[in-house]
């Protein structure tokens, strides 16, 4: 099943790859990886949601950001495809960096970054299977709940 199949029958479908916030590319090829810059969780160019992640009033819950950990692992295929014109060349997602911004009191960085490993997997199999980093940060570019960026290997 191709890749693309596999994304119709999760019920996603690739967005357009968002604009880059800064003086960067949305991701870079260099020999046979694709490392994305930092996505966010944009939704037809919106962050569905922004503050610090944590469980309380005024906070992203963690079910709420382990969903955007997911929307924003899309946007980082979308930025793969863009670069090497098919997500049925990769054959490994080699890693993933996650960042939660997190409220002091919020240790769960690994279970919302979970929302794009679950994501990879259920995209690829096996070879979504990677390796991760989830870091708790104070604060994400225009106060985004989640960042992830992916490096992965492509023939």
Do not use: C
Request: proline residues 7%; without cysteine.
């Amino acid at each position: 099943m191709s890749v693309d199949q596999r994304l119709v029958e999760l019920g996603v479908e690739l967005p357009a790859v968002p604009a880059p916030a800064g003086a960067y590319v949305p991701a870079v090829v260099t020999g046979n990886l694709v490392f994305t810059a930092g996505q966010l969780p944009f939704v037809g160019g919106v962050l569905p949601a922004t503050g610090k992640v944590g469980e309380g009033d005024g906070l992203v819950g963690p079910t709420e950001a382990k969903a955007l950990a997911a929307t924003a692992a899309l946007n980082a295929l979308a930025a793969i495809e863009a670069e090497i014109g098919s997500l049925d060349r990769v054959t490994r997602v080699v890693k993933v960096n996650g960042f939660v911004a997190s409220d002091p009191s919020f240790v769960g960085q690994p279970g919302v970054i979970n929302g794009a490993s679950e994501f990879l997997h259920d995209v690829f199999g096996e070879i979504g299977i990677h390796a991760r980093a989830a870091v708790g940060v104070a604060v994400l570019p225009l106060d985004s709940p989640v960042e992830v960026e992916l490096v992965v290997e492509f023939s």
